[in-house]
Nanobody, 116 residues
Framework: VQLQASGGGLVQAGGSLRLSCAASGSAFSSYAMAWYRQAPGKQRELVASISSSSKTNYADSVKGRFTISRDNARNTGYLQMNSLNAEDTAVYFC???????????WGRGTLVTVSS
């Protein structure tokens, strides 16, 4: 499985971005998917996750502002980010894990910069 994240960029505080994570290969629907981020000088942290049955989970810092979703027909996951602030500036990574086999894959990050 190869993952391609896209959609990052420069946005003003209060703005929105939508990240996409396109997965190659088959059986995408059997994978849970998550978005992580890593800000300069900080550890990578989980932002949001979505199971194969579309159960979602969010970090407290993004609840109510970010929405994770998936389109199994397109083998793609998304992260809609609204009301962005400077603390959201980071490289965002997508990750998938097969819920039965445990295989985990990472995509290259996409940089999100929020200007205040």
């Amino acid at each position: 499985v190869q993952l391609q994240a896209s959609g990052g960029g420069l946005v003003q505080a209060g703005g929105s971005l939508r990240l996409s994570c396109a997965a190659s290969g088959s059986a995408f629907s059997s994978y849970a998917m998550a978005w992580y981020r890593q800000a300069p000088g900080k550890q990578r942290e989980l932002v949001a996750s979505i199971s194969s049955s579309s159960k979602t989970n969010y970090a407290d810092s993004v609840k109510g502002r970010f929405t994770i979703s998936r389109d199994n027909a397109r083998n793609t996951g998304y992260l809609q980010m609204n009301s962005l602030n400077a603390e959201d500036t980071a490289v965002y990574f997508c990750n998938t894990i097969h819920e039965r086999l445990g295989n985990s894959y990472w995509g290259r990050g996409t940089l999100v910069t929020v200007s205040s």
